[in-house]
């Protein structure tokens, strides 16, 4: 194997895993020990790797050719694409040790661990042999000083975890697209994960909650202060935040709309007025919106704004003053590769198609699918009966809507599955 001896772990989260030829298999999330008895280190048997559609799998060490800064490569092509499941005797050490505050011996030194190493012996064996800590020194001033230690030094490593640290496994995946994240934390006990999404700021976990199966949402919307609880959804779309307050029991729906501001509050009580399986039951109530005498250079300069979704991003809707929904008369709407055709300083109402009939609220959704396909439109206005946009249904409007209800649930046991020989000692 090319490595180095020794490999501290919470450096090789987020590395890219290749087979043989090159190609790219997924991305290390966590190394996998085995507990052994007394004393005796814990033997490293493999890591836990991040495969496209969001499957965790297991990957032998021995079938570990080369571990680097920024890559691992496998010595065969043929992989076990079960599921990872962590078994009674094993531990996951990025996610149950990290952050985790401890005494070292001699001296009772109380430190915080910040990684992990793994050595390997003579025989191949990897082990973790050393642990990186901090001291914790109990002045605010001061941050205390960083020491590796050897993992005689730090008892208790393998019990049950400190569950109220969180911050160096919330660093280990803050770089995370936000369907990752969802998807890192529906592998977490119920507790942990509640404290992990307790600790993101409420704009990262808006856009998490809006990426897990509804029980997961409902679940950690309700280990939050009712408060914290309202600020979350009003950082959500408000397509996305009425979907999580249909969940909820009518109280608890008026009570957190209620808290809510009432600009905030406003387009996602008249969200939950719309019958679900229709148009209006899914748009979105914020598309870009903007009036006629807007200029081209205008409108690109809106649709780059980092905030936007690519989908709400792709089409400019025109309307008469006022530009929030409901807005004032619908004209038509613009892709934006028609803005990238037009001169900068040309007017959007001279732009403007509108030779596609708007949806309607109470359009029933296989209608929208239908005609979004026959388009082939990236989103379509939604028009009231006075001829008001009232909001715009997107491709990944229709596309949740097609899928299962449970396709964000890791343990769906509808999801298709890849099959694979069962290799790695039959891990998984």
Same mark, same amino acid.
């Given at each position: 194997?090319?490595?180095?001896? =020794?490999?501290?772990?919470?450096?090789?989260?987020?590395?890219?895993? %290749?087979?043989?030829?090159?190609?790219?298999?997924?991305?290390?999330?966590? #190394?996998?020990?085995?507990? =052994?008895? @007394?004393?005796?280190?814990?033997?490293?048997?493999?890591?836990?790797?991040?495969?496209?559609?969001?499957?965790?799998?297991?990957?032998?060490?021995?079938?570990?050719?080369?571990?680097?800064?920024?890559?691992?490569?496998? +010595?065969?092509?043929?992989?076990?694409?079960?599921?990872? $499941?962590?078994?009674?005797?094993?531990?996951?050490?990025?996610?149950?040790?990290?952050?985790?505050?401890?005494?070292? $011996?001699?001296?009772?030194?109380?430190?915080?661990?910040?990684?992990?190493?793994?050595?390997?012996?003579?025989?191949?064996?990897?082990?973790?042999?050393?642990?990186?800590? =901090?001291?914790?020194?109990? =002045?605010?001033?001061?941050? +205390?000083?960083?020491?590796?230690?050897?993992?005689?030094?730090?008892? +208790?490593?393998?019990?049950?975890?400190?569950?109220?640290?969180?911050?160096?496994?919330?660093?280990?995946?803050?770089?995370?697209?936000?369907?990752?994240? #969802?998807?890192?934390?529906?592998?977490?006990?119920?507790?942990?994960?509640? $404290?992990?999404?307790?600790?993101?700021?409420?704009?990262?976990?808006?856009?998490?909650?809006?990426?897990?199966?509804?029980?997961?949402?409902?679940?950690?919307?309700?280990?939050?202060?009712? $408060?914290?609880? #309202?600020?979350?959804?009003?950082?959500? /779309?408000?397509?996305?935040?009425?979907?999580?307050?249909?969940?909820?029991?009518?109280?608890?729906?008026?009570?957190?709309?209620?808290?809510?501001?009432?600009?905030?509050?406003?387009?996602?009580?008249?969200?939950?007025?719309?019958?679900?399986?229709?148009?209006?039951?899914?748009?979105?109530?914020?598309?870009?919106?903007?009036?006629?005498? @807007?200029?081209?250079?205008?409108?690109?300069?809106?649709?780059?704004?980092?905030?936007?979704?690519?989908?709400?991003?792709?089409?400019?809707?025109?309307?008469?003053?006022?530009?929030?929904?409901?807005?004032?008369?619908?004209?038509?709407?613009?892709? %934006?590769?028609?803005?990238?055709?037009?001169?900068?300083?040309?007017?959007? +109402?001279?732009?403007?198609?509108? /030779?596609?009939?708007?949806?309607?609220?109470?359009?029933?959704?296989?209608?929208?699918?239908?005609?979004?396909?026959?388009?082939?439109?990236?989103?379509?206005?939604?028009?009231?009966?006075?001829?008001?946009?009232?909001?715009?249904?997107?491709?990944?409007?229709?596309?949740?809507?097609?899928?299962?209800?449970?396709?964000?649930?890791?343990?769906?046991?509808?999801?298709?599955?890849?099959?694979?020989?069962?290799? /790695?000692?039959?891990?998984?």
């Amino acid at each position: 194997m090319s490595a180095p001896n =020794r490999v501290y772990l919470a450096r090789l989260a987020g590395v890219t895993v %290749f087979d043989p030829n090159g190609d790219q298999v997924g991305r290390v999330r966590d #190394a996998v020990a085995r507990i =052994r008895p @007394a004393q005796q280190q814990p033997e490293v048997v493999g890591l836990v790797a991040e495969m496209p559609m969001r499957r965790r799998i297991f990957l032998s060490i021995n079938r570990i050719t080369t571990i680097e800064a920024d890559a691992v490569v496998l +010595g065969s092509g043929t992989l076990n694409l079960r599921r990872f $499941e962590k078994r009674p005797s094993e531990l996951l050490v990025l996610e149950e040790m990290l952050d985790r505050r401890v005494q070292l $011996e001699p001296n009772g030194q109380a430190a915080t661990v910040v990684d992990v190493a793994m050595e390997r012996a003579r025989d191949g064996e990897w082990s973790l042999t050393r642990v990186a800590v =901090r001291e914790q020194t109990g =002045r605010l001033s001061r941050r +205390g000083n960083l020491h590796q230690v050897e993992w005689d030094r730090v008892p +208790g490593l393998t019990g049950v975890a400190d569950a109220r640290g969180t911050a160096n496994l919330l660093a280990v995946l803050e770089e995370m697209r936000p369907a990752d994240l #969802a998807n890192a934390l529906q592998d977490l006990p119920d507790t942990r994960r509640n $404290e992990m999404a307790a600790a993101l700021d409420d704009e990262r976990l808006a856009n998490v909650l809006s990426e897990l199966p509804e029980r997961d949402q409902v679940e950690i919307l309700a280990a939050l202060d009712r $408060e914290r609880a #309202a600020d979350v959804l009003e950082e959500m /779309d408000p397509d996305d935040a009425a979907d999580l307050l249909n969940e909820l029991p009518q109280p608890e729906q008026d009570m957190l709309l209620d808290l809510m501001r009432p600009g905030e509050a406003d387009p996602v009580r008249q969200l939950l007025k719309y019958n679900p399986g229709t148009a209006g039951s899914v748009m979105t109530s914020e598309p870009v919106i903007m009036p006629p005498d @807007a200029t081209v250079a205008e409108a690109l300069a809106r649709i780059r704004e980092p905030q936007l979704s690519p989908a709400v991003a792709a089409q400019v809707f025109v309307a008469r003053p006022p530009l929030t929904t409901p807005t004032g008369r619908y004209l038509g709407m613009v892709h %934006f590769q028609a803005l990238l055709r037009e001169p900068p300083a040309d007017l959007l +109402g001279g732009v403007v198609v509108n /030779d596609i009939d708007p949806l309607r609220p109470d359009t029933p959704l296989p209608e929208v699918t239908r005609r979004m396909a026959t388009y082939d439109l990236v989103g379509m206005p939604v028009i009231d009966q006075n001829n008001r946009l009232v909001g715009a249904v997107t491709v990944d409007d229709v596309l949740d809507q097609s899928l299962p209800p449970d396709w964000r649930d890791r343990d769906n046991p509808t999801e298709p599955t890849l099959t694979g020989p069962a290799l /790695d000692g039959g891990h998984g």
